[in-house]
């Protein structure tokens, strides 16, 4: 079995930062790709960043240049830097992984968590 642990949501003002952690562990035996997406109330989940292969990146241009994914494979965890925080990124924040678990490839989700911007 497989399990993602999300942990670093919370509130903070318009401007602040936050960093987001998703810790994968079980019988993992690659990992194709990592990404965060997010779910705000009413509206419907959306991909806000993603790294895939030998380290490509992709970002919307709604977090181009304020938010920042990066690996540590070592610890099979990636991470979300989200820097100028906006009232509109208010949501719950979910991690996604494509694992190999035996010989199979599959998508993972994490258990989200909540970032609320608000003064």
């Known amino acids: 079995q497989v399990q993602l642990v999300e942990s670093g949501g919370g509130l903070v003002q318009p401007g602040g930062s936050l960093r987001l952690s998703c810790a994968a562990s079980g019988r993992i035996k690659s990992i194709a790709a990592m990404g965060w997406y997010r779910q705000a109330p009413g509206k419907q989940r959306e991909l806000v960043a993603q790294i895939i292969g030998g380290g490509s990146t992709n970002y919307p241009d709604s977090v181009k240049g304020r938010f920042t994914i990066s690996t540590d494979n070592g610890k099979n965890t990636v991470y979300l830097q989200m820097n100028s925080l906006r009232r509109e990124d208010t949501a719950v924040y979910y991690c996604?992984?494509?694992?190999?678990?035996?010989?199979?490839?599959?998508?993972?989700w994490g258990q989200g968590t909540q970032v609320t911007v608000s003064s």
């Open positions: 996604k992984l494509r694992l190999m678990v035996g010989t199979i490839f599959g998508d993972y």
